[in-house]
C-alpha cells in the first residue's frame, strides 16, 4: 500500500463533494490555515467541479476515486452527503491518505465501526471529524468546568435545542434529502449531529435511551423532525434532549442540576447557581424543611472566539499531520459517539422501547435498511454516484 510523503512542510488538499459544504470550506475556510493548498475538487456535478477548481487554480475531478488515486494530494476532506462519507473515507484511508470528514461521520453505527477499522489498520493517519463547535470558547469552557469536578456530581441534563428551524423549501432543495435513502434521517442526523457530539463530549455516554420521534410532523418528509429523548447515564443522572426543525422562534438552553447547584447555559453565557455546601449534604443535615443552603449567583467568563470555527479544526488538523504529536478537534472514532446517540434514539421510536448502549449496530442497520425498502421516496434519493450508498447495506 502506498503512503503519501508531505513536501515542503506544505499539506495538498483534496475536497470530496463541491455542494453547499465543500465550496463553502474551499471559498472561505482556508483562508487563515497555514502549510497547506487546495489542489484538486471533485463532484459528480462537473459543472460545479469545473468551476471552482478554475476560481482557485486546482484539478477537477469527477470521481472520487480518481483523485484519490492521482497523487495530487495528502489528505481529503469529505464533504459528500451522508450515506458516501462511509466508503470515500475508508478508499481514502487505504490509499494511505488523512482523512477529515464532514459530520455526522456516518448514517449508522455499521458504517461507522467500519470507517475506524480502516483507521486503526492506518495508524500513522490521521483521520478526524469536522465537530467545529467544540472550538467555541464557551462550549471548551463547559468542558473544563464539568471536567474539573467544580459542579460536583451530575443529577439531571436538560437541553432544548430546536434552533433548527427549516422551511418545506429546504427539503426540497434536494431529492436526497429528509429521505431514509438520502440521508438516513432527518434532524438527528443533520442538524443535530453536532449537538449530539457536545452531548457526550460534555456527559459521557448514556446507559439507556428512550426517545420519541415524530416523522414528518411539521413537514413533508418521511424522517423525523422533532425528537424528544430520555436517557440515563450509569451513575443514575437523567437526561432530556429535545430538538426540531418546526418550532420558530426556537430555544437552545441547556440546563444541568448538580450537587453544587445549577447551571445555565444560553446566549452565550454560562451562568451557576452555586450552593455553598453540596446539596446531599444539605438534604440529610439541614434542620429546616423547606429552605436550601445559600446560593452564589456565578457569571463564568467564556473568553472570546476565534472568527472561523472550521477553521480552527481545519488547522489543526494539517498541524497534525504535520506533527504526530499534535491533537486534533476531533479523532473520528470519537464520532462513532454522537451517531451512536442518533442511532439509539430514532431506533427507540421507532421499535417502541428503550434501547441498552452500546447499542447493537447491525440491528439498527437492518431496521433503516427496512425503512428504506418501504419508502416512497426512494425514487428521490439519487443525488450522488460517488461511493454508491448502497454499498453501506452490502
Not at 441534563?157 to 434521517?185: F, H, L, V
Not at 430555544?251 to 452565550?268: H, K, P, Q, S
Not at 445559600?294 to 457569571?299: G, L, R, T
Amino acid at each position: 500500500m502506498k503512503k503519501t510523503d508531505v513536501k515542503n512542510n506544505e499539506v495538498r488538499i483534496g475536497i470530496i463533494g463541491v455542494g453547499g459544504m465543500g465550496s463553502y470550506h474551499a471559498r472561505n475556510n482556508f483562508k487563515n490555515v497555514s502549510n497547506c493548498r487546495l489542489t484538486a475538487f471533485c463532484d459528480i456535478d462537473r459543472a460545479k467541479a469545473d468551476a471552482l477548481a478554475a476560481e482557485l487554480g486546482a484539478k477537477a475531478y469527477y470521481d472520487s476515486n480518481a483523485l484519490i488515486k492521482s497523487g495530487e494530494v495528502d489528505m481529503i476532506l469529505v464533504a459528500t452527503p451522508h450515506y458516501d462519507h462511509t466508503p470515500i473515507c475508508i478508499a481514502g484511508l487505504d490509499a494511505g491518505l488523512h482523512v477529515l470528514s464532514e459530520k455526522p461521520i456516518a448514517v449508522h453505527k455499521a458504517d461507522a465501526e467500519e470507517m475506524i477499522k480502516a483507521g486503526k489498520r492506518n495508524p500513522k493517519l490521521r483521520f478526524g471529524a469536522m465537530f467545529q463547535l467544540r472550538t467555541i470558547a464557551a462550549h471548551r469552557k463547559l468542558k473544563e468546568v464539568i471536567g474539573s469536578g467544580e459542579l460536583g456530581d451530575i443529577r439531571r441534563i436538560n437541553w432544548i435545542n430546536t434552533d433548527w428551524y427549516r422551511t418545506q423549501s429546504y427539503y426540497d432543495s434536494g431529492g436526497w434529502r429528509a429521505t431514509w435513502a438520502g440521508e438516513g434521517g432527518g434532524v438527528l442526523l443533520n442538524q443535530c449531529p453536532h449537538n449530539l457530539d457536545l452531548f457526550q463530549w460534555w456527559f459521557g455516554m448514556p446507559s439507556k435511551v428512550r426517545a420519541f420521534c415524530e416523522l414528518g410532523k411539521w413537514h413533508d418528509i418521511e424522517v423525523e423532525d422533532e425528537v424528544t429523548a430520555f436517557l440515563s447515564y450509569p451513575n443514575g443522572a437523567t437526561a432530556v434532549f429535545i430538538t426540531g426543525t418546526g418550532e420558530y422562534p426556537g430555544t437552545n438552553r441547556l440546563e444541568v442540576a448538580c450537587d453544587r447547584g445549577r447551571l445555565l447555559f444560553e446566549n452565550g453565557k454560562i451562568l451557576f447557581k452555586r450552593t455553598e455546601c453540596l446539596v446531599s449534604e444539605d438534604l440529610k443535615t439541614n434542620p429546616a424543611g423547606f429552605s436550601g443552603p445559600p446560593v452564589w449567583d456565578v457569571e463564568i467568563p467564556v473568553g472570546g472566539n476565534s472568527p472561523n470555527l472550521h477553521g480552527n479544526v481545519l488547522q489543526a488538523f494539517v498541524d497534525g499531520i504535520l506533527d504526530p504529536k499534535a491533537e486534533l478537534v476531533a479523532r473520528a472514532e470519537e464520532g462513532i459517539r454522537s451517531v451512536e446517540l442518533a442511532n439509539a434514539m430514532l431506533y427507540s421510536s421507532l421499535e417502541g422501547r428503550t434501547m441498552d448502549l452500546p447499542l447493537d449496530g447491525s440491528a439498527f442497520k437492518a431496521k433503516l435498511k427496512g425503512m428504506i425498502k418501504k419508502s416512497k421516496f426512494i425514487k428521490k434519493a439519487s443525488r450522488t454516484k460517488v461511493g454508491d450508498f448502497t454499498a453501506s447495506f452490502k
